[in-house]
């Protein structure tokens, strides 16, 4: 039977209203990447995230690393910059920030460590995760103390394209998004063999942890594990509402207050594709393409300002909604490679997703949980919370569901790492059918 979550407390509203609150005014012109961060003189600054000419040969080797200062969560932090791999199989250098508990772990075996993968927070380098959490300003922070005090290490990816100023940021690419989570895994345990008296083992159980983009990359990271980077030691991921199907969420977002977050998937797709480049280009007109460029150097809070609640079509030729021309080549088989779920996860999922989700439609969640669960051995966990629809398209009931059902999915990847180390929490538990 389908687990559901209801809501109880006007608390825990407010506290996910001023979440949102954060997201929706998150400040446009934040500082340079790595202004407010300290570190090695030869590389201050900006500096640190110009990838230098050539990269280490393997993927989450450390390119390098600064101390870094989130004072406000209480524990150790440090910037890395590390090699990954793009969706055209090149080197690529990627940015993050490795959070190291103070709190004991007390779950048995060895400290677990978790990679996380944040949501929208735009396409400017400015916005990298790493570059808001040392001023302050990363929405996100608020699920991770949580993680912390449970005395699990933490790794925050930047994604590909997010601070480092070589390429665009590879928004709703799960392929790349992927990439980025697992190595950057990799990378933190690297970072704790290197630094003496950093707690972070080399071969320790990790847990996955997204919602949103941040759930996308999660649930790609999840199913292209064992081809990607089997030698992590993944033992499940907490997947919240991720956009698995581009399309339908395209289509629910235009004229909603992310709907100039289309113009970063744009980005993204051209920036990889020359094909889709040119075929952007002759459907745009220049009010389209004044658009797609000016969100290219954004942060979230100055995209819904300028741009949220806009209706596509007024940027394009035949004055028709981007989504118009999607079912279209060469759009279409594009959209088809970035679906997620045409691979089997080898670890446990945790799914959890808002029933009135105004910005990523939970029939598409629903799906992919139907689809991981016609693979043979998967075990995906489906939880929905059930919420009224309020005030549809200003995004509350995306914002809520994050709020409300972080404490569920942390507490089923704790379970999962005591699991791991002990087996006395027992096989993770399952939505899907039985099989055979």
Not at 307 to 320: A, H, M, N, P
Request: net charge negative; glycine share 12%.
């Amino acid at each position: 039977m389908l687990a559901r979550h209801r809501l109880r407390t006007i608390p825990v509203i407010a506290l996910a209203a001023v979440g949102l609150t954060v997201l929706a005014t998150a400040p446009a012109g934040a500082a340079a990447p790595g202004a407010a961060a300290p570190g090695d003189a030869a590389l201050g600054g900006a500096a640190f995230y110009t990838p230098p000419a050539e990269l280490p040969a393997t993927n989450g080797d450390l390119v390098r690393h600064r101390p870094a200062t989130v004072a406000y969560l209480g524990v150790p932090a440090t910037t890395i910059m590390y090699k990954s791999t793009d969706a055209n199989g090149e080197a690529v250098a990627v940015t993050g920030t490795v959070l190291q508990a103070t709190a004991p772990w007390r779950g048995g075996g060895d400290r677990p460590l978790i990679s996380y993968a944040v949501g929208t927070i735009g396409q400017g380098d400015q916005c990298a995760p790493s570059v808001l959490l040392g001023q302050g300003l990363e929405y996100e922070a608020i699920t991770l103390p949580s993680l912390l005090a449970a005395g699990a290490n933490v790794v925050v990816t930047d994604y590909l394209g997010l601070g480092t100023p070589d390429r665009v940021h590879s928004y709703l690419n799960p392929v790349e998004e992927a990439h980025a989570v697992l190595d950057a895994a990799t990378a933190a345990q690297n970072l704790g063999r290197e630094v003496p008296g950093l707690d972070v083992p080399a071969d320790g159980p990790v847990g996955i942890y997204g919602y949103s983009q941040g759930g996308q990359a999660a649930g790609a990271a999840a199913e292209l594990h064992s081809t990607y980077a089997p030698q992590v030691n993944l033992v499940g991921s907490a997947v919240g509402a991720p956009p698995a199907d581009v399309v339908p969420v395209a289509m629910g977002s235009d004229g909603t207050i992310l709907s100039g977050a289309l113009g970063y998937a744009i980005n993204s797709l051209a920036a990889n594709d020359p094909q889709l480049a040119a075929a952007f280009d002759a459907r745009l007109n220049q009010r389209g393409k004044d658009f797609v460029q000016a969100v290219r150097t954004q942060c979230l809070g100055e995209t819904i300002l300028r741009f949220g609640f806009q209706q596509s079509g007024q940027y394009t030729v035949d004055g028709q909604p981007f989504t118009s021309f999607l079912f279209t080549e060469p759009f279409a088989s594009a959209l088809a490679d970035l679906r997620v779920g045409r691979h089997t996860p080898d670890a446990p999922v945790y799914l959890w997703s808002g029933t009135n989700d105004d910005v990523v439609p939970i029939g598409q969640v629903r799906q992919l949980a139907a689809d991981w669960c016609a693979q043979p051995g998967t075990r995906v966990q489906l939880q929905e919370i059930t919420l009224p629809a309020v005030f549809p398209g200003v995004g509350i009931g995306h914002a809520l569901p994050f709020v409300l059902g972080a404490p569920d999915a942390q507490r089923w990847l704790y379970e999962r790492f005591v699991a791991a180390a002990t087996g006395s929490t027992g096989p993770a538990p399952s939505t899907c059918a039985p099989q055979g």
